[in-house]
């Protein structure tokens, strides 16, 4: 038997050492749909609590709503529960045809393939588009699954720094000679809940004949007046190239992605993407589900509007009792604690007023930037909002941090 106790006590040791740096994550699991009105079991084998969500994102109230869960019956009666197929050897449906062109015109583009997820999309989009005689130059802060489908192609690599247009400018200069340029940013950055400057990134692309890819997985369905995205929002609808966007967020909250823009660039991926050629398809009742979101926010924008007054009164809640937030107009709202222990500790406290908040921190986040990122949803009511803001400043009176700076908090917490 090769997994010795000398291998076992390897791994224990690491196990440790990031016990003790205050980085163990652990899981805790939810006995109820996925609502603001959650009920909880942690740590394992306890009693289940009732709780207020405010860390997922279930933005527009979708992973549970009553049309969506009764489409997906309908599917799964219809259509069956998998395809135990890829894509292109006999995992086609009508729905999934159905679904991509409803995503295409929804987001305003050419064309769209869907993916398992929007990693396996972001995994699989640039070694499909891209060549060793190409470069992607993205953000330095765009999401892990971004950089890890950097990772897989054979492009060059080179990033610019965050929101940074004018570093922007000087990295398109400087790959001027690319046959391809390819700028890679997020639509709505995940952690920090700002937007990327899509109107001057689309002017700096037209101006050095780049393309733009944008993730918009935490902007689809609420971004914008109708909920298109930061592409709506910035007004560059039909000049964003490509697209990636998750199912698993605003868009239903299940699971699934796609890449959705111009038609040659998705016909490349249907013909080279990894994930798509060697994954099986988007199980039907997903599929079913997703397509009734989609009628859904087409109808109607009213729980993007309610969840646009939600985060207004939460951003403003957080700032008048005194806590650090991060900039933005986004329903993802971070508060900064900096320290990961004390991270932690606030989102242990929270749990125990009836709070579900989780603190992230290294590697999910830098050094010394240790957080709880809440995330606000149309499914809110302003009495959970208002319960949720007594108990941070409850919590945030034990560990002294209501108004105080952010090098006060060092002081006295640490990196």
Not at 346 to 354: C, M, P
Not at 379 to 402: C, M, P, R, S, T
């Amino acid at each position: 038997m090769a997994y010795t106790d000398k291998t076992r006590g390897i791994y224990n040791d690491v196990l440790k050492g990031i016990k003790d740096a205050g980085l163990f994550k652990q899981e805790r699991f939810i006995h109820s749909a996925q609502s603001a009105d959650i009920e909880v079991e942690f740590p394992s084998g306890a009693s289940l609590k009732k709780a207020i969500n405010i860390c997922a994102n279930n933005y527009l109230g979708m992973s549970s709503h009553p049309d969506v869960i009764k489409a997906a019956h309908a599917g799964l009666d219809s259509h069956g529960y998998g395809m135990s197929s890829v894509r292109f050897i006999c995992g086609t449906q009508d729905i999934h045809r159905k679904l991509e062109n409803m995503v295409t015109e929804f987001l305003g583009t050419e064309d769209t393939i869907l993916f398992p997820s929007c990693m396996d999309a972001n995994a699989g989009v640039f070694e499909a588009i891209l060549t060793k005689d190409d470069v992607m130059i993205s953000d330095r802060l765009v999401h892990a699954s971004i950089i890890d489908g950097i990772r897989l192609a054979s492009a060059l690599h080179d990033t610019y720094k965050h929101s940074d247009m004018a570093h922007l400018e000087e990295k398109l200069q400087l790959h001027n000679d690319k046959r391809l340029k390819v700028v890679i940013t997020d639509g709505v950055f995940s952690m920090d809940g700002d937007t990327a400057k899509l109107d001057e990134m689309v002017a700096l692309c037209e101006k050095y004949d780049a393309l733009l890819f944008v993730d918009d997985s935490h902007s689809s369905g609420f971004i914008g007046k109708t909920g298109r995205g930061t592409h709506e929002k910035y007004g560059v609808m039909g000049k964003i190239d490509i697209i990636t966007t998750t199912f698993g967020k605003g868009l239903g909250g299940a699971s699934g992605g796609c890449v959705s823009g111009r038609k040659e660039l998705i016909e490349m991926c249907r013909q080279k993407a990894r994930p798509y050629l060697f994954s099986n398809t988007i199980a039907p009742p997903i599929v079913a589900g997703v397509i009734k979101v989609l009628e859904i926010l087409s109808a109607s924008t009213d729980r993007r509007d309610k969840l646009e007054k939600n985060t207004v009164f939460w951003r403003k809640g957080l700032l008048d009792a005194g806590l650090i937030i991060k900039d933005g107009d986004t329903p993802i709202v971070p508060v900064m604690l900096f320290n990961a222990q004390l991270a932690q500790n606030v989102s242990k406290d929270l749990f125990e007023e009836g709070i579900y908040a989780i603190g992230f921190f290294f590697p999910v986040v830098p050094q010394g930037q240790a957080r709880i990122r809440t995330q606000i949803s149309a499914g809110h009511e302003i009495h959970h909002l208002e319960k949720a803001l007594d108990a941070f400043k409850k919590v945030g009176k034990k560990y002294e941090i209501l108004g105080k700076t952010k090098q006060e908090i060092i002081d006295r917490y640490g990196m």
